[in-house]
Nanobody
Framework: QVQLVESGGGSVQAGGSLRLTCAAS????????MGWFRQAPGKEREEVAT???????KYADSVKGRFTISKDNGRNTLYLQMNSLKPEDTAMYYC????????????????????WGQGTQVTVSS
């Protein structure tokens, strides 16, 4: 059974930093893409940063140069380092994983085969 547990969210002022952590269990070793998505109130869920099975990252234009996705394969843990945070980064952040057949070049096929965490709230005040 796949389980994704996020932590590290919180409230910060604009310009501040946070590091999100996603502890994954039940995933087959190195056979899933992983990533971070977010959803703000009244808005659709959007992709923030993803990592292919080979470790290649992909970022949304809105976070390029500010956010960094990384993974500790030994601990099966995914991270999102968020710097220079802006009020528009305020959202619920979700860790996700998807089997390798459904991800390539940073693009994911969304569906029932995706796995999701419960989310961690990030609030950035101006």
């Amino acid at each position: 059974q796949v389980q994704l547990v996020e932590s590290g969210g919180g409230s910060v002022q604009a310009g501040g930093s946070l590091r999100l952590t996603c502890a994954a269990s039940g995933l087959a070793y190195n056979s899933d893409c992983m990533g971070w998505f977010r959803q703000a109130p009244g808005k659709e869920r959007e992709e923030v940063a993803t990592m292919d099975v080979d470790g290649s990252p992909k970022y949304a234009d809105s976070v390029k140069g500010r956010f960094t996705i990384s993974k500790d394969n030994g601990r099966n843990t995914l991270y999102l380092q968020m710097n220079s945070l802006k009020p528009e980064d305020t959202a619920m952040y979700y860790c996700a994983a998807t089997p390798r057949f459904s991800c390539s070049g940073g693009y994911w096929l969304m569906g029932a085969h995706n796995y999701w965490g419960q989310g961690t709230q990030v609030t950035v005040s101006s």
